[in-house]
C-alpha cells in the first residue's frame, strides 16, 4: 500500500502562467495543485497523492494567518493518518514561511516546503524536480521527527538554517549543513536537526510591529526611536560582525532595551553571533550588558519570526531557547 502525501499550494513561481493575455508582462500564480500533480505523473509512483490550494499568490503575500492555517491543516492531516505533507509556494519566503511551520509544527509526520526557481513556460522548468524530490521526502519514513524541511535542488535543508542566496540560481537555497541529498531517487540523511517545543500562538491575536534595523556607515539611530514610537513591541538589529554597532546608537538601544525585547544578530548571515569576544563600546559583550539579547544562531529574519510568535504567546523572555541550532548526528 502507498503512502499517502498532501500537498497544499500556495502560489508562487512553480504555480506561474503567462500574463499577457491580460495585457500585464511576465508571468503570474495561476495554476492549481492539480494542475502540478497532472504536469508530474511520476509522483504516483512514489505515493498516493491529494492535491489543494490554500492560496494562490506570490510568496511576499503570505503573511503569519495564513501560515497559522495552514499549520492548522497540517495537525489535521497528521490526524488522518497521512504519511507526509508538501508545501508548495514562492520562493521569496520560504526561508521564513519554512522557519514560521517549523516552530509551529508538533507533529511527527514530514512537512517538506518547495519551489521552483524557473516558471513553467521555461526551458529546464526545476519545478516538476522539485515536487519530485519533496514528494520522495514526504513520503519516507527516514523523514519523520525531523521538523520542516526544504527539498531544492536535490538537497535537503532543515527549515532552521535554510537560506535564499541568489535571485535566479535553480540552486538558490544554501545551508551550512544540509540534512540530506536525494541520490538515484532515494532520501540520503547525514544529519538530524534538534526538535524543540512547538509554539502555540494565541488564536486570532494580532500580529505585533517588529521591524528590522541594519545600521550602515555614519547610519542615523533616529530610527530606533521612530519604530518605537510607531508602536513596535520589539526591535530585530542586524548589526556588523559578530554583532557590533557605532556607540551613536547606544544611548538609543539601551533606551529601547529597558522598553521592549531589543535582539541584535549579524548581517553577515553566518556564524554564531558573539558573546565574549569583543569589549569595546558597541560590540557584543557591551550590548549584552545593556540589556540586549544575541540572536545566536538565528539571522535576523528568523530572529524577528521568532520573537513575533513569542509575542504573540506572551513569553518573549523564551527567545534564548530558540538560538542554539546545533544538529546531533544520524545513529550509525
Request: glycine content about 10%.
Amino acid at each position: 500500500m502507498q503512502p499517502r502525501v498532501e500537498i497544499i499550494a500556495l502560489g508562487g513561481t512553480i504555480a506561474c502562467t503567462p500574463a499577457g493575455e491580460t495585457g500585464t508582462p511576465g508571468v503570474a500564480p495561476g495554476l492549481t495543485a492539480t494542475d502540478l500533480v497532472r504536469a508530474v505523473p511520476a509522483l504516483s509512483d512514489l505515493a498516493t497523492i491529494g492535491a489543494r490550494n490554500l492560496a494562490n499568490v506570490p510568496s511576499t503575500e503570505i503573511g503569519l494567518p495564513l501560515l497559522f492555517d495552514l499549520a492548522a491543516a497540517i495537525r489535521a492531516h497528521e490526524a488522518e493518518g497521512v504519511a507526509g505533507v508538501v508545501i508548495t509556494q514562492g520562493t521569496d519566503t520560504i526561508e521564513e514561511t519554512s522557519c514560521v511551520l517549523d516552530l509551529l509544527h508538533a507533529g511527527r509526520l514530514p512537512v517538506v516546503v518547495t519551489g521552483a526557481m524557473r516558471n513553467p513556460s521555461l526551458p529546464g522548468a526545476d519545478g516538476p524536480a522539485n515536487l519530485c524530490a519533496a514528494v520522495t521526502c514526504a513520503a519516507d519514513p527516514a523523514c519523520r521527527d525531523l521538523g520542516v524541511m526544504v527539498a531544492f535542488d536535490d538537497t535537503i535543508h532543515s527549515a532552521a538554517w535554510v537560506q535564499k542566496r541568489d535571485t535566479s540560481s535553480t540552486g538558490a537555497f544554501w545551508s551550512p549543513a544540509p540534512l540530506g541529498w536525494l541520490t538515484e531517487g532515494s532520501v540520503a540523511l547525514y544529519a538530524r536537526p534538534p526538535r524543540r517545543v512547538a509554539l502555540t500562538p494565541k488564536p486570532g491575536a494580532d500580529v505585533p510591529f517588529v521591524p528590522i534595523l541594519k545600521p550602515g556607515l555614519s547610519d542615523d539611530p533616529r530610527l530606533v526611536d521612530a519604530a518605537l514610537a510607531a508602536g513596535a513591541a520589539g526591535l530585530v538589529l542586524d548589526l556588523a560582525g559578530g554583532g557590533h554597532v557605532a556607540t551613536i546608537w547606544l544611548a538609543a538601544l539601551t533606551s529601547a532595551a529597558a522598553r521592549v525585547p531589543v535582539v541584535f544578530a549579524s548581517r553577515t548571515r553566518g556564524g554564531r553571533v558573539l558573546r565574549q569576544t569583543y569589549g569595546q563600546a558597541g560590540a557584543e559583550i557591551d550590548l549584552l550588558r545593556r540589556g540586549l539579547v544575541g540572536a545566536g544562531d538565528l539571522d535576523a529574519l528568523k530572529a524577528r519570526l521568532v520573537l513575533l510568535l513569542l509575542l504573540i504567546a506572551g513569553t518573549p523572555g523564551r527567545f534564548a531557547e530558540f538560538t542554539d541550532l546545533t544538529w546531533a548526528p544520524l545513529p550509525g
